[in-house]
């Protein structure tokens, strides 16, 4: 098998994203067969790796499989694995793993609902997020005032907002939007997760967003089927088709078993959520078709 670099698969396997890795090694903090690693470092399956002290299974990182969930946030929750207010976070009601961690492919503020994908693959995550992928995200966004054809013409050309110029890549107004109320519905694009972009953007005509929906990133919709609150495993094929929109190889997407899901609901039964948590039914996702006349 050929050797590969430290960093990179240990951000493929969860462990961190490959510069807070680089960070860790430069700080002499994982070692290779005894040896400190440094920048460069590359390891195979046979070789001892220890992190922060504690050994890593390098067959397991070698032989890694890639999981992706789709969850569905409701707005009041954060994207932080733990918050310093006590505010429930999407990490509260995943899974256990027993290897890696779950990575949140990008983030939505606390007011924002809708799409988050979750992987345990750190270069996936790193590639689906990075502006140079060229991964578009598309939101369902209700607009509060008199929206006209010159402002929308405006935020398609570009504006420039306090962090460098950004615009929407498409605007289609909601088939049942009516523009004689005050409320408006549209879907939007973008290709980059600057912070509260999609809102800045609006506000930079006098609009202001009071609701805001993520239905799809790169090419997975949200699913039709699921709940606020609620997550789906992604099947081999959405997996692949993530996958190869950034240029990565496939990888075996395992599934959880039934006992699996057992324990998990049994867990988050136990906690002490503003809302009671269920996870979605391990049925292959349909995912949410463009309404009629959402075109591009």
Known sequence: MASERLQKVLARAGYGSRRALEVAIEEGRISVNGVIAVLGTKIEKDDEIAFNGKPVPTKKL????????????????????????????????????????????????????????????????????????GVDREYMVRVHGNVTNEQLARLVEGVILEDGPARFTDIVQHPESDRDRLNHWFYVTLMEGRNREVR??????????????????GCIFLPSFLRRGHFVELGQKEVDDLSKLVGLPSLKVPRMTLQELKDIKRRLSKKSLSRKSTIASRKSAKFLKRPSGHGR
């Open 62 to 133: 070698f032989g890694q499989t890639r999981l992706v969930l789709a969850y569905h946030k409701p707005a009041g929750e954060v994207c932080t694995r733990k918050d310093p207010e006590g505010r429930p976070t999407i990490f509260d009601r995943l899974p256990k793993l027993s290897q890696g961690r779950w990575i949140a492919v990008g983030r939505l503020d606390i007011n924002t609902s809708g799409l988050i994908l979750l992987t345990t693959d750190g270069e996936l995550s790193n590639r689906l997020m990075h502006p140079s992928s």
């Open 200 to 217: 800045r953007l609006w506000e930079s005509q006098g609009l202001r967003v009071n609701r805001l929906k993520r239905v799809r990133y």
